[in-house]
């Protein structure tokens, strides 16, 4: 029986699509699972205000300041001499700690500013200003 030199037509050389059928269905899969997970993030969220903000257990320390002048840490009312000793007793439980002032958009700037002083005093750098609005 004698071999042919060429191949006919019928007998060309097909690709298996199986495997790349298979890595596409993956993949879908993948992104679906992947997406249905993310949150959409966006400029509409509420914010509490500053007068009624409370502290929470985490390693930040929080500090309100409200319109009428008062600032409060960790839940109690504290005068602006106060706020470093406070700072300083927080800062030894969490060295690590940040601050964050929430301030309300019509407190008296100077205020806040004495208190990012206060801040300073007690050895934190790390300070952010959150200012609430109606």
Known sequence: MARKKHASVDD???VDMTPMLDIVFIMLIFF???????????????????????????ANIFIGVSKTG??????RQVDI????ANVERMLAEAPEAAVLIEADQEAEHGLVVKVMDSVKKAGIDK????????
């Open 70 to 75: 008062v600032i409060k840490m960790e839940n």
């Open 12 to 14: 060309e050389a097909q």
């Open 81 to 84: 001499e106060r706020v470093t």
């Open 127 to 134: 300070i952010s200003v959150s200012a609430g609005k109606d």
């Open 32 to 58: 679906i699972v992947t997406t249905s997970f993310i949150k959409p993030s966006g400029l509409d969220y509420k914010k509490p205000e500053a007068s009624t903000a409370t502290q929470q257990k985490s």
